[in-house]
């Protein structure tokens, strides 16, 4: 509500919030013990499983709406190639030790629903005096990866959309800007309702930045149809609809939006006429 600055302060909080999870996160190795060597088999997934998740995560960053608006937010283009790289090398060491919590908490409850892993070794593993502090930090840090995604819905709909159909004061951008963080904060929390899985969410979205993919690297050297964009966009997100319907919320029915979106962005380029 109180816009990109205040989403700016709670992402700088929310790394401190991570050093302090890593260092409450020693307690729960030392007490967990060892990991299972058969969740240590880093192809167990399949290699179609594989290659979506990398494939996917290569896509979050270059379309990532989020880090696009960072981009734009830089002083200069060296500072924004400091930051990335940065960004890379901490990320990678966060990642990294919230799957090895992942699979430490795992091996000490087999049975737990792998969603619930962080929140279920909280509550199991730390002393009582670290509980309320370590899930305190948990959920500060969700929720400040939230407004991130929330602020850049609101102000999505507010200029891409609302401006579409008049001319809107800065005054007036702010004030629907808030208004529709209201009203997709709400939508969120029916929508969560309903969509427990974790990784089915993911496998969800994951279809809709397929079917985005092909029109985003192309842009940036081609000069595309403005309907040749909105065919591959909208007939790779429905391909993934099916996709899911037939096979069921999975990365494998996601990936089959990318192959419809890029052959559909080619069909769209050769016949419409019209930029």
């Given at each position: 509500?109180a816009?990109?600055k205040?989403?700016i302060?709670t992402?700088?909080f929310q790394y401190?919030?991570l050093?302090l999870?890593i260092?409450?996160s020693?307690?729960?190795f030392t007490?967990v ?7 240590l088999?880093l192809?167990?997934?399949?290699p179609i499983n594989?290659?979506a ?5 290569f896509i979050?960053?270059?379309i990532g709406a989020d880090?696009w ?5 830089g002083k200069?283009?060296?500072?924004v ?7 890379g090398?901490?990320?990678t060491?966060f ?11 795992q091996s000490?409850?087999p049975?737990?629903v792998p ?8 509550t ?5 005096y670290l509980?309320?502090?370590g899930?305190v930090i948990l959920?500060?840090a ?8 929330l602020?850049i819905?609101?102000t999505?709909?507010?200029k891409?959309?609302?401006s579409k159909f008049?001319?809107?004061?800065l005054n ?8 529709f963080?209201?009203i997709?904060g ?5 929508l969560?309702?309903?969509l ?14 397929f079917?985005l ?7 940036f ?8 964009v ?7 997100f429905?391909?993934?609809?099916l ?5 069921g ?5 996601a990936?089959i939006s990318?192959?419809a979106?890029?052959?559909?962005l080619?069909?769209g380029?050769?016949v419409f006429?019209?930029?």
């Amino acid at each position: 509500m109180a816009g990109f600055k205040a989403v700016i302060r709670t992402d700088l909080f929310q790394y401190f919030i991570l050093f302090l999870l890593i260092i409450i996160s020693i307690s729960l190795f030392t007490q967990v013990g060892s990991i299972n060597p058969e969740n240590l088999n880093l192809f167990a997934a399949g290699p179609i499983n594989i290659l979506a998740f990398a494939f996917y995560g290569f896509i979050l960053i270059v379309i990532g709406a989020d880090l696009w608006q960072r981009v734009y937010a830089g002083k200069s283009i060296k500072i924004v190639q400091k930051s990335l790289i940065y960004a890379g090398i901490i990320t990678t060491i966060f990642l990294t030790i919230i799957i090895f919590m992942g699979l430490f908490i795992q091996s000490r409850f087999p049975e737990i629903v792998p969603e619930t892993a962080l929140a279920v070794g909280f509550t199991q593993l730390l002393p009582n005096y670290l509980l309320g502090v370590g899930l305190v930090i948990l959920f500060a840090a969700i929720m400040s990866s939230l407004d991130t995604f929330l602020f850049i819905l609101s102000t999505s709909f507010s200029k891409d959309f609302l401006s579409k159909f008049e001319r809107i004061s800065l005054n007036k951008f702010a004030t629907n800007t808030r208004l529709f963080s209201v009203i997709l904060g709400g939508l969120g929390i029916i929508l969560a309702l309903f969509l427990t899985s974790i990784v089915s969410v993911i496998s969800a979205i994951a279809g809709v930045y397929f079917a985005l993919f092909p029109a985003m690297i192309f842009s940036f050297r081609y000069t595309l149809k403005s309907k040749a964009v909105i065919l591959s966009i909208v007939g790779g997100f429905l391909s993934s609809i099916l996709g899911f319907v037939l096979i069921g919320i999975t990365v494998e029915a996601a990936l089959i939006s990318l192959p419809a979106a890029f052959v559909l962005l080619g069909f769209g380029q050769l016949v419409f006429r019209n930029k």
